[in-house]
């Protein structure tokens, strides 16, 4: 039975082989980065183990399975819906005992690419012990644990936590706070690194390894013991001869097994006697919203419904929480540098992605564009509609952005001509959005779908559209660049207000221009846009 | 099972050899000339004419796969036909679509809605779109909600609706410019019986007032009991069309249209399938 579900699991995935040439490409070089990464990860700590100190290596091993277990356990959580292949739901017809599913759905989901690559990496770090060869044996012991805790640990968090990651609410908060989180790693890492750096800029005399070896050492200490770390830590204690430790953490680990087995099977017996229902309760509103608060035509309509789905759809709102967090994000950078060029640049660069993220508006309509072909809504309505929440709150977040960002850097001297780029910016990136929109589709995230979550298959498409609308936007842009720079660089009032006037009065042209052009090609272009969305895999 | 039916005639090289249709007819509510669509390697659609009277309750059958869709995705202007064209109220579709467009009322099959926007939203999207007035459009909303049992969810989020749910709220949207003619795919999937009678009737008070309604479906006893004209489609060609009782002749609807599309099996069945 086990491995029926081994079989249908290889089958899945090579179905997928079979659908694109482009999705083959995607799993063949994902495989093999995945496959570098396990090269190198092994080959860093077999090297470290036999040529320096095992125990250094025991060290790597311990901290590096812990996270890896971590990892395991919370990105399911947020990448929901990325791997349903074999939800446990499909099985709720068939007539499985529950304890053959389990054990079938584990080794399941071991076949994947990152499933491999963990086996692979164990397998492979475990030879940092090659000369001594009774702890290699442990080493090989306690990386099945490990492995077996993250397959498990993960199904039971995936299992247990499923009905409230069905909602939809949930689903949507959850993203935001992933998105969030993605974009702030970089800077959070960049920040830190920064931090260990000037600390031991403090303290030259002795070299960066040995200064940080005991933090490690009782950083491995400590999660050595914990469910995440015990598994990989117990080759570390057959090596130090430190028998009660071993046997305690072999405890844990075995304890993590358990009840991660536990948890699993009785939330599985849960989901498979309820199956889902969607969420009873969902949103309201009341009355019209936004559409209520606008005059009655095509083009307000659209404008209406575009500024619903900016606060309510996921896939907009997302992109709108990422804006605050740029500055920040600048001025961290820009402080441990002491040069603000970075932070003041935030304005017109905010601007700049603003404008542009309505550059494939129709492809998150999807399907629903059919109202807009079959109701025969001119491009001028349809184009105007979509650019225009953009120009309401467009200025506003920018000219916030470029404030506070001269505030915090003090050059109070450079705001109006910051004000200029930041709004021609705006306004040309809008504009080219607006052109390029009813031209270049590419599949994005469906409505409903989270929006980490990139279509695949469709990174060429997307980078070769992002492309085109980029060199566009800048060439476009030199104009207002060309003031700009000359006023940052000579300073003086007058510069600034020509900034400002040369960004607006020729950002408005090329907006009207732009959207003159892509309202012919939305008008000869309709079926084909809707054919296009449809044809989105 | 039976072969499909070659999609092009023999011996011609595609649409060019087909024989050449007769004149649109500019009093139909809805014609249709040679219309033709390929995707890819399948011809979805080939060399399909047809004329819906104006008046007519109209409805359109036919096994998966047949075109329907495409075909009246190309006679709506969803859908850019390779070859031919049709006329709406004798206006040239694909030559003049807005003032087409104008009197056409789609319910397209298998499209999403604009689902973060309330019923109520929804519904005023749709008439604001087809440039209606706010008084219009607010009196129509609440008539629809009303009339399809909605309005308890006026203000529920389209994406927390039930399937049949969804299906009422399009087909409002598609209703809410008065349309002089109606185009519904597949209107009755997932709806509730209730809520079916009731649309059955909104459909027929329609049509005696003038209007024209074109349906697809496969249930053939429901188009038997609601449509007067009915064509019959298979492999991307109209195998016969007319009213009702023409097309039927003696038999019935459902006999007829397995006679004409064939792939009846009649052999023992699953013998192992009886019960034990």
Known sequence: MVARFLTLKLTLMGNTFRKSVWQTIGLVVASLYALSIVALVVVAVVGLGVLQDPAWAGLAITLGGALTVLGWWIIPIFAFGVDATLDPHRFATFAIPRRTLVAGLAVAGLVSVPGIATVLVVLGTSFAWVLEPGTLLVALAGGTLGVATCVIGSR???????????SRRYREVVT??????????????????????????????SSTGMQLLPVFEQAAGFVGWTPFGAAWALAGSAHDGDWAGLAGRLAVALGTIVLGWLVWDRALARALERPPVGDGGGGRAKGLGAFGRVPFSPTWAVTARTATYWLRDPRYSGSL???PLLPVIMYFSGQSTGNYFLL????????????????????????????????????????WGRAIPMLTVGPVVSAATVIAS????????????????????????????????????????????????????????????????????MGLSVPVFAVGIAALVLGGVLWGVATLVVGVLYGVLVLVLAVRFGARVYDRRLPELLQQVQSFP | MTTPVDPSPPGSAGPQGAPEPPPYDPSAALSVRGLWKRFGQKIAVSGVSLDVPRGSFYGLVGPNGAGKTTMLS????LLRPDFGTAWVHGVDL????????????VLPDGV????????????????????????????????LLQAFDLGADADTFVVDYSAGMTKKIALGSAMIHAPRTLVLDEPFEAVDPVSAANIRDILKDYVSGGGTVIVSSHVMDLVQRMCDHVAVMAAGQVLAAGTVDEVRGEQSLEDRFVDLVGGRQHSEGLSWLRGS
Not at chain 1, 156 to 166: D, G, K, R, S
Not at chain 1, 185 to 198: C, D, M, R, S
Not at chain 1, 414 to 425: C, E, I, K, N, R
């Open chain 1, 406 to 473: 001269v505030w915090v850097a003090d050059s109070w001297h450079l705001t109006l001509p910051l004000l200029g780029l930041a709004f021609g910016s705006l306004l040309v990136s809008t504009a080219v959005a607006c052109a390029v929109s009813a031209r270049l589709v590419y599949p994005v995230a469906k409505p409903g779908e989270s929006p980490l979550k990139s279509p695949q298959g469709a990174a060429v498409a997307t980078m070769v559209s992002q492309g085109i609308g980029f060199v566009v936007t």
């Open chain 1, 156 to 166: 039971a968090i995936t299992t247990l936590l499923a009905p409230v990651l069905e």
């Open chain 1, 344 to 383: 003041l640049a935030t304005g017109p660069f905010v601007a700049w992605i603003l404008g542009f993220s309505i550059s494939n508006d129709i492809a998150y309509d999807n399907t629903a564009f059919a109202l807009h072909v079959a109701s025969g809504v001119d491009g001028r309505a349809d184009r």
């Open chain 1, 176 to 205: 935001l706070v992933a998105l969030v989180l993605v974009v702030s790693i970089g800077p959070l890492i960049g920040w830190l690194a920064n931090g260990v750096e000037v600390s031991m800029e403090a303290e030259p005399e």
């Open chain 2, 94 to 105: 694909w030559a003049r679509p807005d003032e087409a467009k104008a009197t056409l009322g």
């Open chain 2, 74 to 77: 190309m006679a709506t202007g």
């Open chain 1, 321 to 323: 929480a990422i804006v």
């Open chain 2, 112 to 143: 999403r809605l604009f689902d973060r926007l309330t019923g109520r939203q929804l519904l005023t999207y749709a008439g604001m779109l087809r440039g209606m007035d706010k008084a219009t459009v607010v009196e129509r909303t609440n008539d």
